[in-house]
């Protein structure tokens, strides 16, 4: 039987995304790390798959994903894969 790989958990850099503004409106306060990769029963995707998104767009992101990339004009991946290269090239850790 297939058995998916285990998500990787990274509490550090969820607390470093969740310093960052709310990347659809640049808010400050109230901002969560938003698991923006797949999603199965009970699980969440890897941490390091997180944006930082302010409560009201997080719930509005969790309604639909493609619709809210198109709304705000947002790429997801692009963003992705800069907050992770300047947590481990820039940070190294230090920000968590």
Same mark, same amino acid.
Do not use: G, V
């Given at each position: 039987m297939y058995q998916g790989s285990k998500p990787v958990r990274d509490p550090a850099y969820k607390r470093f995304i969740k310093r960052l503004p709310c990347v659809a409106c640049g808010k400050t306060w109230w901002v969560d790390p938003c698991h923006t990769g797949p999603h199965a029963l009970r699980q969440k995707s890897s941490d390091l798959d997180c944006i930082p998104l302010c409560r009201q767009h997080h719930a509005e992101f969790d309604q639909c994903q493609w619709k809210f990339a198109n709304r705000y004009s947002l790429d $997801?991946?692009?963003? $992705? &894969?800069? !907050?992770?290269? !300047?947590? &481990?090239?820039?940070?190294k850790g230090r920000a968590a």
């Open positions: $997801i991946p692009a963003l $992705i &894969t800069m !907050f992770q290269h !300047f947590y &481990t090239e820039k940070l």
